[in-house]
Structures are given as C-alpha cells and as structure tokens.
C-alpha cells in the first residue's frame, strides 16, 4: 500500500460546479496534511493545511480531514478555469523524521 | 513562509556529466528536502538534510548518485551524478516554515534535461 494515494484523474467538472478530490494515508500517526496546487511548468503552491478533525475553510477551497479513517479531502466550490492544474495531496509523517510524502496526484479540469 | 532561491533553474546537460544545484533559503532551518519529479510524475523525495549531519536518503536513492551538502542552516546544494537521460527531471528544494515548522514550502525548481 502507497503511503499516501489519491484517487487517479483527471476530474473534469463544468465551471461553478464543486470539485472533490479525495486522498487516503497509511500512517495513523500523521498529524499534518497538505494540499498543493501545481500548475504546468510551475514548483508546487501551498493552497491548504490541516491538521485536526473537521472542515477548514479558505475562500472556495475547503479542506475536509477525518483521521480515524485516514482520509483528507479538498473541496472546490465555484470551480473556475484558472482552478485547472494538478492537485497535490501531501502527508507529513513526523515517525519519520517529518518527511512529506505526495501523492500522485488529480488533475483537475474545469471546462468553461 | 519562506524564499527559496535554486540555481540552475533550467538546463540542458549531456550524459554521462554532473551537475550541482545550488538552493539559498532567506532563514535559518534545521531541515531541507530535496525532491525530484520525473515528467508527467508526481513529487519523489529524494533525500532529507540536516546542517552538521549526513543526509538521509530515501529508497532508491544513494549518496554516489546524488550527494548532498549542508554547510549551514540557509544552504544547500544537491549533485545528480554521472547523468542520464532518465534523470530529466525537476529537482526541488524545499524547506519548513521557519516559524511553526509544519508547513513545507518549495522553491521554483531546478529543470535538467539530459541529452
């Protein structure tokens, strides 16, 4: 098992719908998770971090985390085209020496 | 957050050579990451460095291929040796928030093309 998997893309949803993208982790211990946004040809963004149980609200983007089953999820509302770009879910396991192991990845297209 | 500046940030390289990538941070940190992320692929760590120790690498990667140094808390450089061209790749520094040390930000990486 991939200590950290998301669900394989691409997604494509149609402008102002809600884009879901889920994530799964192995490692019951880990306390932080990231999603990353990356955009062709461009380094990872840091769009949003959790680290307890619930909903996180940024703008359009809502993280959800619920640690008892190792799941992390980021929600999009409003989807715009400028939101098309791969999304990174990132785990931070601090048992081992606090790496950030990615996921594959999803990548997102939002159609006008 | 953090500024994390790489040199290179783009080459073209010919088999068979080396090339060093240069990563400055704008603070102190204790920890920096190097990650590497083949075409069409997702983010591969390759090794974590700490100032004053050897770096840990991750497996599959060796400290021949890609050695590592750390010569203070705001440096550090990554070398892909003895390149082919399956080491095309975006090589990324990246670095923990200095202040709440959760966050991990990332520079704008390094693109090597190998010919």
């Known amino acids: 098992q991939k200590e950290v998997e998301q669900n394989s893309g691409p997604l494509s949803v149609p402008e102002g719908a809600i884009a879901s993208l889920n994530c799964t982790y192995s490692?019951?211990?880990?306390?932080?998770f990231f999603w990353y946004r990356q955009y062709s040809g461009k380094s990872p963004e840091l769009i949003m971090s959790i680290y307890s149980n619930g909903d996180k609200e940024d703008g359009r983007f809502t993280a959800q985390l619920n640690k008892a089953s190792q799941y992390v999820s980021l929600l999009i509302r409003d989807s715009q085209p400028s939101d098309s770009a791969t999304y990174l879910c990132?785990?931070?396991?601090?048992?081992?020496?606090?790496?950030?192991?990615f996921g594959q990845g999803t990548e997102l297209s939002v159609k006008p | 957050s953090a500024v994390i500046s790489q040199k290179p940030s783009r080459d073209i390289c010919q088999r068979g050579t080396s090339l060093t990538i240069q990563c400055q941070v704008d603070?102190?940190?204790?920890?920096m990451f190097w990650y590497r992320q083949q075409p069409g692929q997702s983010l591969t760590l390759i090794a974590t460095?700490?100032?004053?120790?050897?770096?840990?690498?991750e497996s599959g990667f060796v400290i021949d291929k890609f050695p590592i140094s750390r010569p203070n808390l705001t440096f550090s450089t990554l070398t892909v040796s003895n390149m082919s061209p399956e080491d095309s790749s975006i090589y990324l520094c990246?670095?923990?928030?200095?202040?709440?040390?959760?966050?991990?930000?990332f520079g704008e990486g390094s693109w090597l093309t190998v010919v």
């Open positions: 990132a785990v931070r396991f601090y048992n081992q020496g606090g790496k950030l192991i």
């Open positions: 490692d019951r211990g880990s306390q932080s």
């Open positions: 460095a700490n100032q004053g120790s050897e770096a840990t690498y």
């Open positions: 603070s102190q940190v204790t920890m």
């Open positions: 990246s670095v923990p928030d200095a202040t709440s040390g959760n966050t991990i930000y």
